[in-house]
């Protein structure tokens, strides 16, 4: 590197950036507290956080407003009658206009420190450009924004899928789960150390929130039961305007306390879970609307033919469980079962095959091993399955009216 080039790079670090990020919460408080044309005079207290000592999130107008974030106190912000100051720990003052305020996302100023230039980067935070990269005409992200799902299940897979359908424009979510956190779950969660002894539901919760603040959260800290009239009638208020639900809790009978609910009171259900050792997984779609078999009437007469328990050995296509190594990643597998149910129910959801995917089938399999009876040489392979019949004393699905 030559002395000039030496020099330039050098220029470069020394010029500090300060970034000052205004969150929507407090523009909204200035936007309605002063008016380019009543002239008045606005003084407020602005609370917030410093970041790796030069970044300064202004998030809200009072210490009181913000659970989730601890905050302290920045300083002050003025309005004159037509420009903005903003007063910041060591002495940094950036002004904006009004119109700057109320039109702009990003601007960029420069100004002389110590004789080293000082960028200041001033991000205008709005909520609704969350959305920007997947807001395009061709996607149906209005029509994604009025559905409400239920997810049954916040561990690994269930916090995945409740993200990702934040993430895809979902504009609701009821999150049911009675477990806590515990520190053998954060390997294979989408939640931290720091939410170890929180209800799962509650860590997800704001685990999406920093994320989509948009979206609506319910949450509900028991596990799914239906013992009572009481506990049925509960459920029936709470998920009377879910248009689906996901189950992610990979328990037989929980997914079929959930079937005969949800048959009855007409809510399609999505179940994706993993098998032993994650040696695969299983996604089924049961939907009451188009009076499609079961999920109990599947068990009974598909799954269990080649995913059999006898006492207590797992047999896999043949291959005893307790005699397969658990592949390296075993958080991947979670996520290969996951990802794809996601796409599951949002063409569910949406009912357009081309858009959301084709899932022409109601029982799709992955598998993560070689399966020798079947000649199988994939290191994933999905597979669909066309569902059987339903049992004929079935009390769930045969008995509704065609
Ligand atoms: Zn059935």
């Known amino acids: 590197m030559n002395d000039l080039k030496k ?3 050098w220029k470069k670090n020394e010029a500090h950036r300060q970034v000052v990020v205004l969150f929507q919460d407090v523009k909204e408080f200035i936007l309605n507290n002063v008016s380019k044309k009543n002239d008045n005079y606005l003084e407020s207290s602005i609370y917030g956080s410093i970041i790796d000592n030069s970044i300064y999130h202004i998030r809200s107008t009072s210490i009181l407003t913000d659970n989730e974030h601890k905050l302290v106190s920045l300083g002050k912000v003025r309005y004159n009658g037509s420009d903005l100051f903003f007063g910041l720990p060591g002495n940094l003052n950036v002004k904006i206009t009004f119109e700057q305020l109320s039109k702009e996302k990003l601007l960029k100023f420069y100004t002389k420190v110590n004789n080293h230039v000082l960028e200041i980067l001033v991000i205008i935070m709005d909520k609704s450009s969350l959305y920007l990269r997947i807001d395009n005409p061709d996607y149906p992200l209005s029509r994604i924004n009025k559905r409400s799902i239920c997810v049954i299940g916040l561990g690994s897979g269930g916090s995945l899928i409740a993200t990702y359908l934040a993430k895809s424009g979902i504009g609701k979510l009821t999150l049911i789960d009675g477990d806590i956190l515990l520190e053998h779950n954060i390997i294979r969660h989408v939640c931290a150390i720091n939410d170890i002894g929180r209800y799962k539901t509650l860590a997800v919760r704001d685990y999406i929130l920093r994320r989509i603040p948009n979206v609506k959260i319910v949450t509900v800290e028991r596990d799914f039961s239906i013992n009572d009239k009481y506990e049925e009638d509960y459920y029936k208020e709470l998920l ?11 328990d037989h009978v929980m997914n079929s306390r959930i079937n005969s609910f949800a048959y009855k009171n007409r809510i399609p259900v999505i179940y994706a879970g993993t098998f032993d050792k994650i040696s695969g997984g299983i996604m089924i779609r049961v939907d009451p609307l188009k009076k499609s078999i079961c999920y109990d009437c599947i068990y009974s007469n598909n799954v269990d033919v080649e995913h059999t328990e006898v006492t207590d050995k797992v047999i896999f296509y043949g291959r005893n469980v307790d005699d397969m190594l658990t592949q390296p990643g075993l958080g991947i597998d979670i996520d290969l079962i996951t990802l794809p149910a996601v796409k599951l129910i949002l063409s569910t959801l949406l009912g357009d095959k081309e858009e959301s995917g084709s899932f022409t089938q109601d029982i799709y399999y992955w598998y993560n091993r070689n399966l020798p009876d079947r000649k199988i040489e994939s290191f994933v392979l999905y597979e669909e399955r066309r569902a059987l019949n339903k ?12």
């Not at 009377?240 to 990979?250: E, K, R, T």
């Open 7 to 9: 020099t330039i790079f």
């Open 391 to 402: 049992r004929s004393e079935c009390s769930i699905c045969s008995k509704t009216k065609t």
């Open 240 to 250: 009377s305007s879910v248009d689906l639900i996901v189950s992610a809790v990979g």
